[in-house]
């Protein structure tokens, strides 16, 4: 199987255990993350989006679901995944969606 093939299979996994299409708000990525934000957290199946091939990890943070996939493979991941959930070109906004995620994560620690 292509590299692509094999993305774009990865990226239906990850839409079927994250509540479809409709529940995706944006997307971005980071060096390692894939960060996806929903409409609805409780409909990410934290577990089976573990399993998923390359899913290194999954975790809520803040508002936002990250995805670990590593360096360089979440390049290659979020460009199919982008595509495959039509959020190509929406970086903007996902960006932003992102920021927001981050900024109302109400993420209060303290140094001890």
Known sequence: MGKNNEYLEI????????GGMDNIQGTAHCATRLRIVLK???LADIEKLEDIDK???AFIAGNQLQLILG???VNDVYEVFAEYTNKIGKAT???SLIYEAESTSGSDQSVI
Not at 11 to 18: F, G, L, P, R, T
């Open 93 to 95: 906004y996902s960006e």
């Open 55 to 57: 899913v290194k990890g």
């Open 40 to 42: 609805d957290n409780d």
């Open 11 to 18: 990226s239906k996994q990850i839409v079927a255990n994250i």
């Open 71 to 73: 360096a360089g493979t």
